[in-house]
């Protein structure tokens, strides 16, 4: 995989997440840090930083970007969400607005 | 994690940031000015796009939304005050492009402010009912630029002085020009309408104005069309390449209005080069361009047509009334027909083959040939001559082409009836005397002239056309009878049965016959009475022709081919040498003025003279005589001698044949008032005369004084009775 197609999505425990630009752009926060004009910081990088988002659910939101890519292509499954996890996980949502 | 699920739900802050730092609001909001400040100064690399959207996402959510927005607003509007200052310094030239470069700056500022703020746009923004912040952006430079006193001004002339250029030939800044009017568009429609538009259309008409005043001064029309159709391109193609696609149709609309619609009458009238000079010269380009032009204004094509129209009548009137041109009918018809298609190829090639345009063309036809009431003739004496001599070895579609032109003439006529009637004594003689080109043609004319004006009108002609079918089978079985063996030293005979009725023939009495063709008739009419009974058979002897052999002087043999009148006539002088009129009068009982031409065109043409006339002079008098021209002479073995007859009507004829219509159009009327007022019952006069009128107009226009005489007549005839109560009003009477 080029570097180019690839972005690092960090979490608050420092634990680093590469995944897919097409994937990561399901978040519409991520995908306008990516494609803003200006030259942030995360667009020279190629690496984002979640300092409020915790290792568990930074990886069960790795997990739904791809899941939501395949259900967008057609490929109806479920997506298990533990119970224990929900709360924090729609409180990820919303901030990655996704 | 869609998107239902989130909305229901009250986020609450994270746990660890319940006890809010009370200088927190101002901290984070700092950061962000800062990082707003940095960007507007190109210098966001080094910003972290997630720590500045989660200082924002994290104030909206400590409900301090309302501190943020106004920031917002604070900091971006001192940047713009930045802005406008360096723009109003630029000097002159530098002005647009500063302002452009200032623009885009804004603009790309504008797109990161609002990705970081996306939180608060996405949720603070709507339920305070805040102006979203690209929209804010774009008013606080709307409010801080664009109508900053100093700018609006200077953008305005500075932009209005750049098109006049333009329009004077100087090559300018398209790109920048299409920069400009694209942020005018994106402030909204009201800015760009306001604040350009509409001082740029007020601009151009004052500019339109003044140069088309002055080009009319100096030019021709067709000159200044030409100048008016670049304008009007220049400025749809200056639209085009930067203004917005709406402006067209009003930039446009004050081209039209300044250049053609105020100027059109002095246009079309001008002396020389104005559209009657146009249509004399067929100026089709500068015709077509007229078209376009006044196509795009009110009453403009109107105008074109009106013109037009009136000068084809006064030019057709001029054409069908000068006596000159009434000469030769068959030069007056074919002038017509010029006339006609000079008109057609100008409405096909430059009023794009305009429906209006073809109608107006064509009820100017019909006006002004039927100025003049010898045109039916007229038509058909150029059918006779095209039919005889004129289509020989023409090819079938071009002989297709000059009857269908012939027939467009005849469906301008209003007197049809007076054509037909025209039509059938010349294809009579036509036929009788074996002239005819060709047989297809004048069938294909009858075909035309039957769709035209249906059955009843041809069924006479096409009864001519089987007559001579029959006559000739009636010819190969009279010599292939026992009554022809014994004549078969005798003179040839060919003889065609005309039905009455058919034939545009007279009962006139029949000339005295020499002897030896008076034996061939008679057996001809015992034949043909023996295998049709009950039938009549009278000689139009004022019809035929013959084929003579001749002797003269030194031996000299001829064959000369002459009507059955000068037969009689020549065969008189078999006998004697000399003879006065009044013996060949007597001896011939030929009518008088008929004699005075026959003998005319024995005695008086040169090169065909086989007979001297005593005193030589023009005319036949009562007390010439004449004798056998024994010198006559001609280099070919057959002459023919054409009966002196006058192509054209002359007057006496005019009238007779006029007479004879009017005869024919009585019945015609009665029957038309018969069938009105069988199916209406009660009619009152004036409707009488409408609907007669109406059904009679294919064929002429009745007089509505003919007409009622015939209702006059009709009720003597006891068909029809007026009404006791309202004499206005007729009763059919069962």
Redesign the interface.
């Known amino acids: 995989m080029k570097k180019e197609d690839t972005v690092k999505l960090i979490s608050s425990e420092g634990f680093e997440f590469v995944v897919d630009k097409t994937a990561a752009m399901v978040s519409?926060?991520i995908r306008?840090?990516l494609t803003?004009?200006?030259?942030?910081?995360?667009?020279?990088h190629g690496e984002?930083?979640?300092?409020?988002i915790s290792t568990l659910i930074l990886e069960k939101i790795c997990q739904?970007f791809y899941w939501h890519l395949q259900y967008a292509s057609g490929k109806e499954t479920e997506f298990h969400i533990e119970p224990e996890i929900t709360l924090e996980?729609?409180?990820a949502?919303?901030?990655l607005?996704? | 994690?869609s998107s239902q699920?989130?909305r229901n739900?009250k986020?609450e802050a994270?746990k660890h940031r319940v006890e809010v730092d009370p200088k927190y609001a101002e901290k984070t909001w700092k950061i962000l000015e800062h990082a707003i400040h940095e960007?507007y100064n190109?210098n966001?690399?080094?910003?972290?796009?997630?720590e500045l959207?989660?200082n924002a996402?994290n104030m909206v959510l400590h409900k301090y939304g309302e501190k943020l927005y106004a920031g917002l607003v604070t900091t971006m509007t001192w940047h713009l005050r930045e802005m406008s200052k360096s723009i109003e310094a630029a000097p002159g030239d530098l002005f647009l492009e500063e302002l452009n470069r200032k623009w885009a700056d804004h603009n790309?500022?504008l797109?990161?402010i609002r990705?970081?703020l996306?939180?608060m746009d996405?949720t603070f923004v709507p339920t305070s009912h805040k102006t979203p912040v690209h929209e804010l952006g774009l008013n606080l430079w709307r409010d801080n630029i664009i109508h900053y006193s100093k700018i609006q001004t200077r953008l305005v002339s500075t932009l209005l002085e750049l098109i006049l250029k333009e329009r004077t030939g100087e090559v300018i800044n398209r790109g920048l020009m299409r920069n400009i009017s694209k942020m005018l568009m994106d402030l909204g429609p009201s800015v760009y309408q306001e604040d350009f538009e509409k001082p740029f259309l007020e601009v151009s008409a004052s500019f339109y104005s003044g140069e088309s005043q002055q080009f009319i001064e100096c030019c021709d029309c067709g000159e200044y069309l030409k100048k008016a159709e670049r304008r009007l391109n220049e400025e749809m193609e200056r639209v085009s390449q930067y203004l917005d696609a709406k402006t067209e149709t009003k930039i446009t609309h004050v081209v039209e209005k300044e250049m053609i619609a105020n100027h059109m009458q002095r246009l079309v009238h001008m002396e020389n080069s104005g559209l009657v000079n146009m249509l004399v010269n067929d100026k089709y380009d500068d015709l077509s361009r007229m078209y376009n032009l006044f196509r795009r204004v009110p009453e403009g094509l109107s105008t074109i047509r009106d013109v037009m129209t009136s000068h084809l009548r006064e030019t057709g009137k001029q054409l069908v009334t000068d006596p000159d041109k009434l000469r030769d009918p068959v030069d007056f018809v074919q002038r017509l027909l010029n006339e006609k298609d000079k008109h057609d190829k100008i409405v096909s090639s430059a009023f794009n083959n305009d429906k209006t345009f073809q109608n107006a063309l064509n009820s100017s036809f019909e006006y002004f040939i039927n100025l003049n009431n010898r045109s039916p003739e007229f038509i058909s004496l150029y059918v006779d001559d095209k039919l005889r001599k004129g289509l020989k070895g023409v090819s079938e579609e071009d002989v297709e082409i000059v009857l269908d032109k012939v027939m467009m003439l005849f469906r301008y006529l209003q007197e049809k009836d007076v054509f037909e009637k025209y039509y059938k004594q010349h294809l009579a003689k036509r036929l009788l005397s074996g002239k005819t080109v060709s047989d297809d043609a004048e069938r294909s004319l009858i075909v035309k002239l039957k769709t035209e004006c249906g059955y009843q009108f041809t069924s006479k002609l096409e009864g001519m056309f089987t007559d001579m079918k029959t006559s000739q089978d009636t010819m190969q079985g009279f010599y292939a009878s026992q009554a022809a063996l014994d004549i078969a030293d005798g003179p040839t005979l060919a003889v065609q049965v005309l039905t009455t009725g058919s034939w545009p023939t007279q009962l006139i009495a029949p000339c005295k016959l020499p002897l030896e063709i008076l034996g061939v008739c008679e057996r001809f009419r015992t034949y043909y009475l023996g295998t049709h009974t009950g039938r009549r058979l009278a000689w139009q002897t004022n019809m035929g022709t013959a084929d003579l052999k001749a002797t003269f002087g030194k031996n000299q043999k001829h064959e000369l081919n002459v009507s059955t009148y000068q037969m009689c006539i020549l065969m008189l002088f078999n006998s004697s040498d000399r003879l006065t009129y009044k013996e060949i009068e007597q001896a011939t009982e030929i009518p008088a003025p008929d004699l005075k031409r026959c003998l005319q065109s024995l005695a008086c043409v040169k090169g065909k003279n086989v007979l001297i006339k005593d005193p030589m002079s023009k005319d036949i008098a009562e007390d010439d005589s004449f004798n056998v021209n024994d010198k006559f002479s001609s280099k070919f073995f057959k002459v023919k001698i054409g009966t002196v007859v006058a192509q054209k009507e002359s007057e006496p004829e005019k009238q007779e044949t006029r007479q004879r219509v009017d005869e024919d159009r009585k019945p015609q009327i009665e029957a038309a008032i018969v069938r009105i007022m069988k199916s209406r019952r009660v009619l009152d006069h004036n409707n009488i005369v409408a609907e007669v009128t109406k059904q009679l107009q294919s064929r002429f226009l009745p007089n509505p004084v003919v007409i009622k005489k015939r209702i006059e007549s009709l009720i003597e005839r006891e068909f029809l009775e007026r009404d006791k109560a309202d004499r206005k009003l007729y009763r059919y009477l069962a």
């Open positions: 519409h926060t306008n840090m803003s004009p200006g030259s942030f910081s995360e667009t020279q984002v930083t979640f300092p409020e739904y996980l729609m409180m949502a919303n901030y607005h996704t | 994690m699920k989130k739900f986020i994270f960007i190109h966001a690399s080094g910003l972290s796009f997630e959207y989660r996402y790309k500022a797109q990161m990705d970081i996306m939180y996405r």
